[in-house]
Nanobody
Framework: QVQLVESGGGLVQPGGSRRLSCAAS????????MNWYRQAPGKQQEFVASITTGGSTNYPDSVKGRFTVSRDNAKNTVYLQMNSLKPEDTAVYYC???????RGQGTQVTVSS
């Protein structure tokens, strides 16, 4: 069973940047697409980004142009670079192996002055 560990969350001011990491316990990114999701208190889980094995990426309009997903297969790590952060980006961010229930414990991102 693959295990995922997210990291990189924290407190950031509006307009700031943060890079999240999702490390896998073994090689999976070369054989599976990866998703990033987020969940804010009292809100439903929201899709944030995805990256396929071929490197194609997808984003919802709410983060397009501000967030960038990438991966390093050699390090078994997927990244989420978040720029121009807004208070509404505050949430717990999770990575997930697409098509499975495998996800990490999440990392909290708080955007506030």
């Amino acid at each position: 069973q693959v295990q995922l560990v997210e990291s990189g969350g924290g407190l950031v001011q509006p307009g700031g940047s943060r890079r999240l990491s999702c490390a896998a316990s073994r090689s999976v990114f070369s054989i599976a697409a990866m998703n990033w999701y987020r969940q804010a208190p009292g809100k439903q889980q929201e899709f944030v980004a995805s990256i396929t094995t071929g490197g194609s990426t997808n984003y919802p309009d709410s983060v397009k142009g501000r967030f960038t997903v990438s991966r390093d297969n050699a390090k078994n790590t997927v990244y989420l670079q978040m720029n121009s952060l807004k208070p509404e980006d505050t949430a717990v961010y999770y990575c997930n192996v697409r098509g499975t229930a495998i996800r990490g414990q999440g990392t909290q991102v708080t955007v506030s002055s």
